[in-house]
């Protein structure tokens, strides 16, 4: 499948990221990270997440927040490309992405994808109204406070085009 993926990362305040976070997990920096996902040449995005890295289980990488089946209302962001090509700094401290997995009750984890496409630096602009109670299924009140978290400052924002393999599904 062609993925087409928009990565922005900004700089929240850090002693709020580590009183929001789950028990096991320590913040590696002051930093929340959006993708956005658009997928086989379509426009709209198609997956949207919310993640901060953390070090946790043994492994670094990023811990998901919240995540979407397509661009809430309440996000506004929006992405400009530069015409320039770059990356993110970070990337060497990445084993993976930690999500809650609703069938255990618990964070399981996916190793880091290896993305050889080239990235294309952005500007961005971001912007969060606040979104309307019971949004989401679990942890309502604490997704609330990650979204309430003031955007110190845009750290970069880049997208990339990628081809990802996707599992066939097992005969029943």
Known sequence: MKVRQYVMAYRADHEKIKELLP????????????????????????????????????????????????KPDYLHLEFTSEGREGGCPHEADNEGCFYWDYETGDYGFLEEESISGNK?????????????????????????RFLRLSVEEILGAYTVEFDRQVPEEMPE
Do not use: H, M, Q
């Open 120 to 144: 294309e630096y952005c500007s961005c602009t971001l912007a969060w109204d606040l979104p309307p109670a019971n949004a989401f299924y679990d942890d309502d009140e604490r997704i609330r």
């Open 23 to 70: 028990e096991g997990f320590e913040s590696l920096r002051p930093v929340l990270r959006i993708n956005a996902e658009a997928f086989d040449g379509d426009d709209e995005w198609g997956y949207v997440e919310l993640n901060t890295p953390v070090e946790g289980r043994g492994k670094r990488g990023w811990l998901n927040i919240a995540a979407w089946l397509e």
